[in-house]
């Protein structure tokens, strides 16, 4: 066993020694940022390791979202999901928009349609759902109501880098889908972010957009952000996406030895995919049901007393933090399903690095509770 201590995830570094010549190569050119070298070859890489024809880097996933909210122009009020990384409601906050909470659906911990629907108001301009965990969302559904209502869909995948159904990459769906390279992430550049457009012409936008609205050296075609990512961030995904799918590969191994494990202790829930997904592994969230002897907070601190750092992701939800709580959509009784599923979950520690016997103190602790 390692002395680091054992927490929710760790990134995965590539031997140090390997991104050597890619230092070299950014000192010989100094050139270290605005669309050098790397970006460009980082861009065609994930294009490609993703199945999608056009996407645009980020400095990170934030910048990326409220970026993608801006390229649309979208106002009023959006519909999204409490249950996620409070960033995904700060973009909208920030960019000036209403969010607007719908409840979760209990089996796949997404936004449920229906409560989508019955959110939707005149000044409904768009939904912003997540992909949480990685898990896809019910994308069928969600299309129907935006096409049914003319509102555009904007995916939070900032955990479904390389998550798959049988058509290909999940960031293919909506008007527009964001990832996060956080060093928390599958696939990481220290921090970094995407967003994968449909075509061409929305990509040249979205890249103007980034770069303070510049068109050439002495055209400012609109009101732009510095949303690039650096040289340095570049190299490192472009090393990064050498390992992806080991690194995957990994993670799948720890989930399967967490469910064999998990799967005969009373009261502790390991939720299923649904069928036909490729999944990166991301995240390992357990419910701590009522017929677990510990509640999951008392889960939560008996694992951090013997060091293992699980995370409760996302508790509290977003609709609970004081810039968010008096909105009306943010009532508890408007959303039990998300309500619920935040006292319950627990993120364990998943990341190519855990070793069988850092697991087996995971799971003697969980299992041998009661
Ligand atoms: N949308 C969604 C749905 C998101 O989940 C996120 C980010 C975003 C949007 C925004 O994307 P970015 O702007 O971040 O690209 C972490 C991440 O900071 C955040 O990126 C991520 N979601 C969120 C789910 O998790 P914290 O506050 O929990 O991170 P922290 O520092 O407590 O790290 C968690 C554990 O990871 C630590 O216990 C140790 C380990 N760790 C962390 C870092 C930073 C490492 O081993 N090495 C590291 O460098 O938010």
Request: with cysteine; proline share 7%.
């Given at each position: 066993m390692s002395d680091r201590p054992i927490t929710v995830t760790q990134p995965f570094l590539p031997p140090l020694e390997e991104f050597v010549p890619y230092l070299e190569e950014i000192w010989k050119a100094?050139?270290?940022?605005?669309?050098g070298p790397f970006h460009q070859r980082l861009e065609v890489a994930l294009a490609e390791y993703l199945g999608v024809e056009h996407i645009a880097l980020f400095a990170n996933g934030t910048l990326a979202l409220v970026t993608a909210l801006k390229s649309l122009a979208l106002s009023g009020e959006i519909i999204t999901t409490?249950?996620?990384?409070v960033a995904t409601t700060h973009a909208l906050w920030w960019s000036g928009i209403t969010p607007v909470f719908a409840d979760i659906d209990?089996?796949?911990?997404?936004?449920d349609p229906r409560a989508i629907e019955a959110t939707i108001t005149s000044r409904t301009t768009a939904i912003l759902p997540v992909h949480v965990y990685?898990?896809?969302?019910?994308v069928g559904a969600i299309q129907r109501i935006a096409d049914a209502h003319g509102l555009k869909v904007i995916y939070d995948?900032?955990?479904?880098?390389a998550v798959r159904d049988s058509g290909g990459s999940?960031?293919?769906?909506?008007?527009l889908s964001v990832l996060s390279f956080h060093a928390?992430?599958?696939?990481?550049?220290?921090e970094g972010g995407a967003i994968v457009c449909p075509d061409a012409k929305t990509k040249q936008h979205i890249d103007l957009l980034k770069n303070f609205?510049?068109?050439?050296?002495?055209?400012?075609?609109t009101v732009g952000i510095n949303g690039k990512m650096n040289e340095l961030q570049a190299a490192f995904g472009l090393l990064q996406l050498r390992y992806v799918d080991a690194t995957i590969r990994r993670r799948q191994e720890i989930d399967t030895l967490y469910r064999r494990a998990l799967e005969?202790?009373?009261?502790i829930d390991c939720p299923l995919l649904p069928p036909g997904i490729t999944w990166n592994h991301a995240y390992f969230p357990i419910l701590v049901q009522p017929?677990?002897?510990?509640?999951r907070d008392e889960l939560y601190h008996r694992l951090r007393e013997v060091g293992i750092h699980a995370?409760?992701?996302?508790?509290?939800?977003?609709?609970?933090?004081p810039m968010y709580r008096?909105?009306?959509?943010?009532?508890p009784a408007s959303l039990p399903i998300a309500h619920n599923v935040a006292k319950r979950v627990l993120c364990l520690p998943i990341y190519p690095a855990l070793d069988l016997e850092e697991m087996d103190k995971i799971i003697d602790i969980i299992s041998g509770i009661g």
């Open positions: 100094r050139r270290l940022t605005n669309a409490p249950f996620s990384f209990p089996k796949s911990l997404n936004l990685g898990r896809p969302c019910d995948a900032a955990h479904a880098f999940v960031t293919r769906y909506g008007d928390t992430k599958v696939f990481t550049t220290f609205g510049f068109a050439d050296e002495v055209t400012v075609r005969s202790v009373a009261g017929g677990y002897p510990l509640s995370r409760r992701y996302f508790y509290p939800l977003i609709s609970e933090f008096n909105l009306s959509s943010a009532a």
